[in-house]
């Protein structure tokens, strides 16, 4: 008898949310065309959308993993800066465990905004100074945290309304973690 391969011991519903993770990533992805440069980065709503739809419909870890790979991916393609990973992993990965926790959606949002517009945009001054060069002084909360708000606020509404068509129509409840 043939030894059963890795895929097929892995149960339907992580290869479902392993496919709805890469459609979400290749969403970040391109919709990183759709950005606001601010100071070096490129501040991208729909990685915050995704960051949310991540931590509703998969959860933290394949949240970060998501916010990660569309980080590289944005990066490899020019798309994006180093920036990007400070900012999406650490509000994808505060997103996903309070939906976790909650299961409430507006204080996911809220984590959302709050772990990518502040705790990520406070991340990404020493990024920006050690690894870009750039010399952001003492004035991190402007240079990083304002333009990070804006970001993940357009990337939070854009996720509420699209959570609350998929509640009303029902398949949030026939796909969420």
């Known amino acids: 008898m043939a030894k059963a391969t890795t895929a097929t011991k ?42 949310i739809l991540c ?39 505060l997103c996903g465990i309070m939906y976790h926790k909650t299961r409430n959606v507006p ?11 502040i705790l990520g945009g406070l991340a990404a001054w020493p990024v920006a100074i050690f690894v870009m060069g750039k010399e952001a002084g003492s004035l ?4 990083y945290v304002g333009p990070f708000l804006l970001s993940t606020v357009g990337g939070a509404i854009l996720s509420a309304v699209i959570i609350g068509a998929l509640s009303r129509s029902g398949v949030l409840d026939r796909v969420a973690d």
């Not at 892995?10 to 949310?17: E, F």
């Not at 496919?19 to 915050?48: D, E, R, W, Y």
């Open 140 to 143: 991190a909360f402007y240079t």
């Open 10 to 51: 892995q149960s339907s519903a992580d290869v479902k949310k392993l496919c709805i993770a890469a459609l979400l990533t290749a969403v970040a992805v391109v919709g990183s065309f759709v950005n606001i440069p601010m100071f070096g980065s490129k501040c991208s709503p729909v990685q915050h959308m995704v960051n």
């Open 107 to 117: 204080l996911t949002l809220a984590a959302e905004v709050c772990g990518t517009g």
């Open 55 to 93: 931590a509703v419909l998969l959860g933290p870890y394949y949240g970060v993993i998501s916010a990660f790979a569309a980080s590289l991916l944005r990066n490899l393609l020019g798309l994006g800066s180093v920036l990007a990973f400070p900012g999406s992993m650490i509000g994808a990965l």
